[in-house]
DNA sequence: TCAGTTCATATAGCGTTGCTATAGGTGCTA
DNA sequence: TAGCACCTATAGCAACGCTATATGAACTGA
């Protein structure tokens, strides 16, 4: 009975709607938990929505218009791609502050209404892609490459969302983030088919490692660890080989 | 009344679902509809699988058997980066092919039983990033590429899907896919946000020689050595992101 | 051979769901 | 005051997931 009083119904049954969403954790909210607690019955929820996918459809609308106001919260930072990465960020973030209202959006329930919005996120990327395009940034057409890190990061939304918030393992997003950042932009190096030579093995890895341990003088081992690593990779290198 | 008859009732009940399943456009499947179909009445259901989702979910574990095969069923190239762009390439084949069955499988209806099956599709990822790794054709840890990849290609998957199949445009996921394969993939010139080039050699043969170990049950050490050997590789090969 | 047990299916119906036919109340304009 | 939209309530329908109970079939041990 939160929702009794000042407010509109239509009102009333919006946030209600939200609140009964937001809480329940993935499973069904039916018609009449909603009514009941914006204090109104049935036929007015369908007048105002005509059905209940009508006023999801509303609760939608209104979510989806705090993450545009999100994705364009900042102040751009006159470089488009790191734009792009902080909408990445802002992308995640507000799919695990509200996975259920992210799931309705961007998840495949009621795949109808799901390419609208998924469209309109797309272009908000767009846009953004479009000045990285004309700063001479991109190696590819800003749509496809708003279409491409777009699929990216829903995946990784839902996968964080989908695991126990416990377990949540933020570095796969801003890996994906910037492998997908990276692949579209220019300024890189070679491309990705071409494997070298061929199979390695124990050996022929340790003696790599062998050789940059050597190298690099890593802080990563104390110095008696790493005496005794090398030995053993020593060891390892020098054996026959399998 | 396709499934009168020959057929044992479960059986019966099982493919008249996945029938009424990849019929349905989206829309909800009654267990009436089920069971009318498959010639039997509800109580038959209930006893063999206990509930609807108990059937989705036999549904679902049989649609993801054929899944992994398709997924194991070419010749391995001997090139893990190549058989992984053909995993990457059936995955989207399989979704789109049966967007149903995938929407239950990796789409967020029933967030219980999603976990599950993402990390059996991760493990067969992983299992193929390993022989990859092991080569010193990887960049980062195989379970973090796994995971990546798999977000990415369930994000491209459900993408392709929500959008009508006339104007489907699978350059979306062969870009994507070699845009992941080749951020987690050794050989490139030099890599996205970060700096790190000193470290990462040492951080790509630990990475190599430790999955290397993990395969071949090397004898050159004692299994505390080994024990220890590899926890201090996990130390370097895990230490370069922040 | 036959009672006992277990498995598998059917009859009938419960409680809840999304939704609506109908009607009544409210406030506005003429 | 009459008329007319607009909004909401009463009551209830068909379909839903599911189950208490009962019946038949198949097997088991004496």
Chains 1, 2 share one sequence.
């Not at 993450?67 to 006159?78: H, K, N, T």
């Not at 509200?98 to 998840?107: A, I, N, R």
């Not at 609208?116 to 800003?142: H, R, S, T």
């Not at 964080?160 to 933020?170: G, M, S, V, Y």
């Amino acid at each position: 009975m939160s929702f009794d009083g000042q407010l509109p119904p239509k009102m009333r049954l919006l946030r209600a709607a939200a609140e009964l969403l937001a809480k329940s954790a993935g499973a069904a909210v039916s018609t009449r938990q909603i009514t009941q607690l914006a204090g109104v019955t049935a036929p007015t929820l369908y007048h105002h929505f005509g059905d209940k996918e009508g006023l999801f459809d509303a609760v939608v609308a209104a979510g989806f218009e705090e993450y545009v106001a999100g994705e364009r919260d900042f102040a751009p930072s006159g470089q488009p791609l790191v734009d792009i990465r902080r909408m990445w960020d802002n992308h995640v973030q507000f799919g695990l502050a509200q996975p259920e209202l992210y799931l309705v959006m961007f998840g495949n329930i009621r795949p109808e209404s799901r390419p609208a919005i998924v469209a309109d996120a797309e272009g908000l990327l767009e846009e953004m892609l479009n000045k990285a395009a004309a700063a001479g940034q991109l190696n590819v057409q800003p749509r496809e490459a708003a279409r491409s890190i777009l699929a990216a990061n829903v995946g990784v939304t839902l996968m964080l969302i989908a695991e126990p918030a416990a377990e949540r393992n933020l570095e796969l997003s801003t890996m994906t983030r910037d492998a997908m950042i990276f692949a579209v932009s220019r300024d890189q190096g070679r491309d990705a088919g071409a494997e070298d030579s061929g199979k390695s093995s124990v050996v022929v890895a340790a003696i790599a490692l062998n050789a940059a341990l050597q190298a690099s003088h890593s802080d990563q081992l104390t110095s008696s660890e790493l005496k005794l690593f090398l030995e053993w990779l020593h060891r390892i290198s020098t054996s026959s080989t399998s």
